[in-house]
């Protein structure tokens, strides 16, 4: 993006939030296709898929959920592990609290509703060139679009089913989405560690119920990064 | 696991969903992070999404898959180049794609 199109204007931000998302957002699309099949493997009608893509609006959880529903899990386990997986917005969440402190509380709860690695990602990377007055815009014309892609494409999945050949292995889209983010977040060598740490542990712990090794792997990263920034300070 | 159990089960999960996103935000704008944990959460998204990412390059059923002919890790590490090199989502999203393609037509 040319610095003559930066956004003066909320409106301009929300625009600008849209158009930069819609590439990433196209590579959502395999992901909810993906989602809306394992939701009919798991017994849920094609309502219940849809429904519970726009009321969750979270990918990985919604995948491990629909793995332990299918799988028979009881009620409690089904909640836990969707926490698990989800502990990361926590983290999203606090980042996000200093930015979103000027928007009104309807707009924080939708702020707050709309938030997925996608538009988190993008509105940090873009915070300090846009500051607190439009970024906000930026992040909500962004998490606009994913959410209208994410239910839209969990319902054709969940339309086509087993329609689509196992031989296209869509399943691999799903990292490569949450790749496309993780490459412009290797900005120094700490955050390249914290990437290198956190990808390795939650890989080694990926035998752990709940996917709680992603999260365990997330909290070892970070302090890996936090460790290499202090250290070259001294 | 059906009928009125599922619907209460997904209302639960968004709540779950939500209140993990949303509780932060209206608490934490009141008081300032420790500068330790502010500058902790500079490093959540790298390590966050390298925990969603390495373990499908890098597994197999639940195994390590480190050997060098691992299809999806080879495609993988063709779309870490292409983002790098390009920074262009639907051409690393592709390339990683086809590069999958085409291992697996070579019967890897």
Same mark, same amino acid.
């Given at each position: 993006?040319?610095?003559?199109?930066?956004?003066?204007?909320?409106?301009?931000?929300?625009?600008?939030?849209?158009?930069?998302?819609?590439?990433?957002?196209?590579?959502?699309?395999?992901?909810?296709?993906?989602?809306?099949?394992?939701?009919?493997?798991a017994g849920l009608s094609?309502?219940q898929?849809?429904?519970m893509?726009?009321?969750?609006?979270?990918?990985?959880?919604?995948?491990?959920a629909?793995?332990l529903i299918?799988?028979g899990a009881g009620v409690p386990f089904v909640l836990?592990?969707?926490?698990?997986?989800?502990?990361?917005?926590?983290?999203?969440?606090?980042?996000?609290?200093?930015?979103?402190?000027?928007?009104?509380?309807?707009?924080?709860?939708?702020?707050?509703?709309?938030?997925?690695?996608?538009?988190?990602?993008?509105?940090?990377?873009?915070?300090?060139?846009?500051? @607190?007055? *439009?970024?906000?815009?930026?992040? =909500?014309? $962004?998490?606009? +679009?994913?959410?209208? !892609?994410?239910? &839209?494409?969990?319902?054709?999945?969940?339309?086509?089913?087993?329609?689509?050949?196992?031989?296209?292995?869509?399943?691999?889209?799903?990292?490569?989405?949450?790749?496309?983010?993780?490459? @412009?977040? *290797?900005?120094?060598?700490?955050? =390249?560690? $914290?990437?290198? +740490?956190?990808?390795? !542990?939650?890989? &080694?712990?990926?035998?752990?119920?709940?996917?709680?090794?992603?999260?365990?792997?997330?909290?070892?990263?970070?302090?890996?990064?936090?460790?290499?920034?202090?250290?070259?300070?001294? | 696991m059906k009928g009125p159990l599922l619907w209460g089960v997904i209302l639960g999960l968004?709540?779950?969903?939500?209140?993990?996103?949303?509780?932060?935000?209206?608490?934490?704008?009141?008081?300032?992070?420790?500068?330790?944990?502010?500058?902790?959460?500079?490093?959540?998204?790298?390590?966050?999404?390298?925990?969603?990412?390495?373990?499908?390059?890098?597994?197999?059923?639940?195994?390590?898959?480190?050997?060098?002919?691992?299809?999806?890790?080879?495609?993988?590490?063709?779309?870490?180049?292409?983002?790098?090199?390009?920074?262009?989502?639907?051409?690393?999203?592709?390339?990683?794609?086809?590069?999958?393609?085409?291992?697996?037509?070579?019967?890897?």
């Amino acid at each position: 993006m040319k610095p003559s199109a930066a956004p003066t204007t909320p409106p301009q931000a929300f625009g600008r939030g849209v158009l930069q998302i819609l590439p990433i957002s196209l590579g959502i699309i395999p992901f909810g296709l993906v989602t809306g099949i394992a939701g009919l493997n798991a017994g849920l009608s094609v309502a219940q898929i849809t429904f519970m893509s726009a009321l969750v609006y979270a990918g990985a959880a919604q995948l491990v959920a629909l793995q332990l529903i299918g799988a028979g899990a009881g009620v409690p386990f089904v909640l836990l592990a969707l926490l698990v997986v989800n502990l990361r917005y926590l983290m999203y969440s606090s980042a996000l609290a200093r930015p979103f402190a000027a928007l009104s509380p309807r707009l924080k709860a939708l702020a707050a509703f709309l938030m997925v690695d996608q538009n988190f990602a993008l509105m940090m990377g873009q915070y300090e060139a846009l500051g @607190p007055r *439009l970024a906000p815009w930026l992040y =909500l014309g $962004a998490g606009t +679009v994913l959410w209208g !892609v994410w239910v &839209a494409s969990s319902y054709a999945g969940a339309l086509l089913g087993a329609q689509v050949p196992e031989g296209w292995s869509l399943d691999f889209a799903v990292p490569l989405c949450f790749l496309v983010l993780m490459v @412009p977040a *290797l900005r120094n060598r700490p955050s =390249l560690l $914290a990437a290198l +740490v956190g990808g390795l !542990v939650a890989t &080694a712990l990926v035998g752990l119920p709940y996917r709680s090794g992603l999260f365990l792997g997330a909290l070892a990263g970070i302090a890996a990064g936090v460790w290499l920034e202090n250290r070259g300070h001294r | 696991m059906k009928g009125p159990l599922l619907w209460g089960v997904i209302l639960g999960l968004g709540l779950i969903a939500f209140a993990l996103r949303y509780y932060p935000i209206v608490l934490l704008e009141r008081f300032h992070l420790p500068p330790v944990l502010q500058q902790a959460l500079r490093y959540v998204p790298a390590a966050t999404l390298a925990g969603l990412v390495l373990p499908a390059l890098l597994t197999h059923e639940g195994h390590w898959a480190l050997h060098p002919l691992n299809p999806r890790l080879i495609a993988g590490g063709v779309a870490i180049f292409l983002a790098w090199r390009f920074k262009n989502v639907l051409l690393t999203l592709l390339g990683g794609m086809a590069t999958l393609w085409v291992l697996q037509g070579l019967g890897l």
